[in-house]
């Protein structure tokens, strides 16, 4: 019976036209305020997205580290029980050091030296842009350089003939301190390939094979700076983490792909949290539209709540009347913003209409409908509008009753 009378009340003709008119602009408002929710949301999430497809690239789901230190050591009998362990579908044994690379000029880098089994835990070798993903041996060592390294160096990776000279600062017992050349060891390396993932990435490592950067560090061969890990798709990686805390306890750190990548993550979600408030403060604004339509509806329905009183309506009916007309403007409001959302995202990932400006792998902002933000941002209008409708509702159920002759 309530969806009755607000349904008539929103349909007819008012007396005055301004109302009419406040309440298409409170429709409009919220449709405009729900589209741009919706659509900010899709933009972060299908940006975070990406992040961790770029990512997921290069950081595999599990590494295994020093807790303290630079290096671990493991011996054949700790492999044995990590494969062993369910959940792990392939490891791979790396080392990781600062170093200096020489061609016309000097380039600080990051060099990480990895075994055959690199190319079946993470992407990179299927983010060749030059080249070929060869990594040479201990005595003819080769390297795949980030594409921001090469660029550094001002050379082609798969043209260039002459070897590039990598230098290497280590720590030992032979080491002299009164003579700082010997902690540096030299060797001649030769270009292979170029990887493109992403700048932070790009602009610092260089990758070549693990006997060989073990030997020009000094390291033992059961000496790594971690175990990478990639996990069966039928396991969740949270799941394969405790085990392997399980067998090693607090000598070591296992992490996920998100606890490596800890900060950026959580940076991204507090600025996607951050804009869903500062939209909301939209809504709440176009909210007062609403206050202000139905304010002046219960102003021209003063002679109807007097003849519901007569009639045995209580206050809590005539309340719900003007509070069903309110959520009646919202989910006008919020129904047209959800649609225009969805189709601005169907025009964005279909026409790529808005560019992305900058160095990226994909030139157009991606989007990503996720149906919880769907029922996040329903909720909020919906909120927003009990809160605004209940004012004028009160008013309207609280009008005093006066029966004249």
Sequence with gaps: MNFLFTWRYFKAKKSTNAINIISWVSVSAIILGTASLIIVLSVFNGLEQLVQSLYSSFYTDIKISAAKGKFISVSEKNLEQVRQINGVSAYSLTVEDKALLQSNNLQPVVLKGVDSNYAH????????????????????????????????????????????????????PDINPADPQSSVRSAEIAPAGTFRIQQDFDNQYVITNLPFLQRMLGLDSNQYSAVEIECSKTVKPEEVKKRLEDLFGNSLKVQTRYEQNQTLFQVMRVEKWVIYAILTLILIVAAFNIVGALTMLVLEKKMDIQVLKAMGADNRFIQRIFLNEGLLLALLGGGGGILLALFMCWLQVRFKLVPLQGNFLIDYYPVKIIPADLLLVGGTILIVALLASWLPSRKAAMQPFELKT
């Design 121 to 172: 835990v993470n992407g990179v070798s299927r983010n060749i842009s030059k080249g070929s993903f060869t990594l040479g041996t201990v005595d003819h060592p080769a390297a795949v350089l980030g594409s921001g390294v090469e660029n550094a160096l001002n050379l082609e990776s798969d043209r260039s003939i002459m070897p590039l000279m990598v230098y290497v600062f280590r720590n030992g």
